[in-house]
């Protein structure tokens, strides 16, 4: 949340203190709502670029989590609002609630003072054993580990009671949930498996977006002075 007021560090300068302590309170009210409008646009535009109100580039994905350079938190764009709270002293540049798993608002404050979060290995296993079948890379795991199943199930003609291990196409076609959970269970009773952490900390670098830079923020207060048609001279 960012916060516009006049007795508090907006970055306003003396002279926009005193001509909106000069407006009557609707006025002022309606000015201060329109700073932070601008301020919630300047926002919004620090998501489309990437960047932090101060101009500085995000921190970049960590490599290997996701291949694509799509861009980050653009949904997020859309839940920025100015808050119906807002009054004559001060307005409230917030998130709203989006079509999130959270508030807009907590993933909006984990990205913007970054966050770690402990995973469970065991929370990771139940995600996967909700997916039907068998994964190409669980197959892939299955086939460097060494897994075997008895060759007449690939070929009728193979000698009974001889094991092979199977192609990555066979697992995933052939193989079921319970077959994949069963695999992995034997590997690790047999000793094959790799040791793995129980749990590990996810780290999230501070990607923030709320806000303007001293030379935007005076922008802002101009433009919603003009809007107003205060500070303008008069016509003659």
Known sequence: ????????????TARNVL????LPPQKRARLLK???KNIATVSKSNI?????????????????????????L???RKQIIVSGSSNQNHAEVTLKKGNYRMHAGVIGKAHSTGNTRRVHAQNNVQRKSEQKGCSREQAKTLKALGYKVYARRMNPGAPRGKK???TVKFMVDNFSTEEVRGAFGELRNAGLMPQTKSSWDVRTPSR??????????QKAWDRAFQSINYGRRRRR
């Open 74 to 76: 653009l949904g997020l």
């Open 19 to 22: 001509q909106a302590i000069a």
């Open 34 to 36: 329109r700073v932070a």
């Open 1 to 12: 949340m960012i916060e516009i007021s006049f007795n508090r560090s907006t970055r306003q």
């Open 164 to 166: 092979r291990v199977p």
């Open 208 to 217: 923030r977006f709320l806000g303007a830079s001293k030379e935007k923020t």
């Open 48 to 72: 489309t670029k990437q960047q932090t109100p101060d101009g500085q580039k995000w921190a970049k994905r960590k490599k290997g989590r996701v291949k694509r350079k799509a861009k980050m």
